[in-house]
């Protein structure tokens, strides 16, 4: 078959499966005079299927979390949050309970569960007037 009869094929198969679509009423309509076929092309928008991988798994979030409460350095738990994306930041956020904006910047919700994580610790340990304990 040549280039462009494939391509009309490939148009009246979509047009078939247009109509098979329709309600019954707009069949019996078509077959009357009183009604025309319109064509609108449009462009399938094409939604990307969520990818597990892309979430945190619950022992993922889990460890994380662990993981900064682990920390006695707001530095060093900086630079470990600096890694994630803002969605991961969100989650980690959210499973926190810590209230945060859509419209809040990336570093405005990582500070925010600084404070809520490392910094609160340290603040507890400095009016109990302990050191805090380093995990090696």
């Known amino acids: 078959m040549k280039p462009k009869i494939i391509g009309i094929n490939k148009i009246v198969n979509k047009f078939y499966a247009a109509l098979e679509k329709l309600p019954s009423t707009d069949i019996d309509n078509l077959l009357t005079d009183d009604y025309e076929i319109q064509i609108d092309v449009k462009k399938i928008k094409v939604v990307a299927e969520k990818s597990v991988s892309d979430d945190l798994s619950s022992d993922e979030m889990n460890d994380i979390i662990n993981k900064l409460d682990s920390f006695i350095d707001s530095l060093i738990a900086r630079e470990y949050l600096t890694k994630f994306k803002r969605k991961d930041l969100d989650d980690i956020a959210k499973r926190l309970d810590i209230?945060?904006?859509?419209?809040?910047?990336?570093?405005?919700?990582?500070?925010?569960?600084?404070?809520?994580?490392?910094?609160?610790?340290?603040?507890?340990?400095?009016?109990?007037?302990?050191?805090?304990?380093?995990?090696?």
């Open 99 to 136: 209230f945060f904006k859509k419209i809040d910047k990336t570093d405005d919700i990582l500070n925010k569960i600084l404070n809520a994580t490392v910094s609160a610790k340290l603040n507890t340990n400095a009016i109990l007037g302990s050191k805090p304990i380093e995990i090696k």
